[in-house]
């Protein structure tokens, strides 16, 4: 009898640990291996390396790609350079940038369309890659690639110089075919606009 009592004491801890044992992650747990951390600097030779070998198909929606043509060599250049070259060896690319009406002034300022990443914009329609703003009416403020429905690459990093030179930043690299098509599914719901 005083066993059972005993038992009885600890069946709550008993239940907690066959729960714990018996435990298996959701279906979409990803192993460790297939998540890489880009950290700072980590970025751009990942992001570089993933645009160069990619086969089929990318999707860049980004916030921000400032270039300056004044300087060809810097890294938010050579990826959008990537993506061109990606286009030219028979990738589908597609690239689809931010611009919104400027809400945060006012009077007539405010119904101002503000277009970023104009210089990118230029040079990647101007070597045939198709290219697009989102509406004005909503802010994409996502910075994100999907390669091959396989390859996710998502965080706070935007193609600029200070994103990927200076700022701290944090991005991840997501192999995993259930992610991209989820992120897929979502951002082929994003309206296009070409400016005319």
Known sequence: MKYL?????????????????????????????????????????????ALTTAKKSILCVMYIADINPKYKQGWEYNLINDLINAHRRGV?????????????ETG?????????????????????VPVYYDSIDRVTHSKILVIDDYITIVGSTNWTYSALKKNHEASVLIKSRRVAEAFLEKLKTISKYQPK
């Open 108 to 128: 007539e300022k405010q119904k101002k369309t503000e277009r970023k990443s104009s210089e990118a914009y230029e040079l990647l329609k101007k070597n045939g």
């Open 5 to 49: 009592k005993h038992m009885i004491n600890k069946f709550p801890i008993i239940v907690i640990f066959v729960l714990c044992i018996s435990y298996t992650p959701p279906s979409f747990a990803l192993p460790a291996d297939d998540v890489i951390p880009l950290v700072d600097g980590d970025y751009y030779s990942q992001v570089h390396q």
């Open 92 to 104: 589908n690319v597609t690239v689809i940038f931010d611009q919104n009406i400027m809400f945060w």
